[in-house]
């Protein structure tokens, strides 16, 4: 028999703060989290690097690795997620992405956790490729690969300045949410209906919520 979802406690449908006999956090905390980025930054910096260097050699190579490099994106951000639990810096850190049900994440939470990040780099792409067409490729080739960049950014300031606040004002308010919550979640987290945990304590916590579900359903 079901439990009366109006009347019943409903916290089998969300994840334990606490497993009984666990005296740590079973979720991903701060230093965590922020471990697993510089773990995923070290690990796409070949690809970054590769990319730059083709970028280097001429302005109209742009156009040839964008594509390339936005759907590498995609699969590192989205496809790894939804089908390890996580991106490579947050499998090494031990954590992984499940939903707040307890259950492994599906195409929409993972596209959801991006969403907002996949706004922003399609700004960024749209705002970069504009500029290229509006460089002069002998300029362009003439500059090192470390002025390249400022060069092109500086046909539109004003959107790049605007580009980078968003950047920084979604980057700092995720941090401030995660920081304030008991379940260590970012914004994204919540419009995805996920959170990040200890893989060592997956299985437990899926257990306890089976445990309080079965107590409920036969209360």
């Known amino acids: ?17 606490q497993l009984d006999g666990v005296s740590e956090d079973i979720y991903a905390g701060f230093w965590l989290r922020l471990g697993s980025l510089l773990l995923d930054f070290i690990f796409v910096i070949p690809v970054t690097g590769l990319m730059l260097y083709f ?8 156009f040839y690795t ?6 590498f994106g995609l699969w590192y ?3 790894l997620p939804k089908r390890y639990g996580g991106t490579a810096g947050k499998l090494v850190a031990g954590i992984k992405i ?51 960049s400022p060069y092109l950014m500086s046909f539109s300031p004003i959107l790049f300045t605007i ?10 308010s995720e941090f401030i949410v995660l920081l304030t919550n008991r379940r260590k979640r970012a914004i994204h987290d919540f419009i995805a209906g996920t959170v990040i945990v200890k893989g060592i304590y997956i299985d437990r916590i899926r257990a306890a919520m089976n445990s309080e579900y079965e107590r409920i359903a036969t209360t």
Not at 3 to 14: L, S
Not at 55 to 62: A, E, I, P, R, T
Not at 98 to 104: A, L, N
Request: proline share 3%; net charge negative.
């Open 77 to 79: 951000n989205i496809y």
């Open 98 to 148: 499940i939903r707040i049900d307890g259950q492994s994440i599906g195409w929409k939470e993972a596209v959801l956790r991006h969403i907002v990040l996949l706004g922003l780099t399609i700004f960024s792409v749209i705002l970069m490729i504009s500029c290229v067409l509006m460089a002069d490729e002998e300029t362009y080739s003439s500059l090192s690969w470390l002025k390249q």
């Open 163 to 172: 580009y980078t606040w968003a950047s920084n004002i979604w980057v700092y």
């Open 55 to 62: 970028n280097s050699l001429g302005k109209d190579l742009y």
């Open 66 to 71: 964008v594509i390339p490099g936005f759907l």
């Open 1 to 17: 028999m079901q439990p009366n979802i109006k009347t019943c406690n409903m916290d089998y449908k969300e994840t334990p703060l």
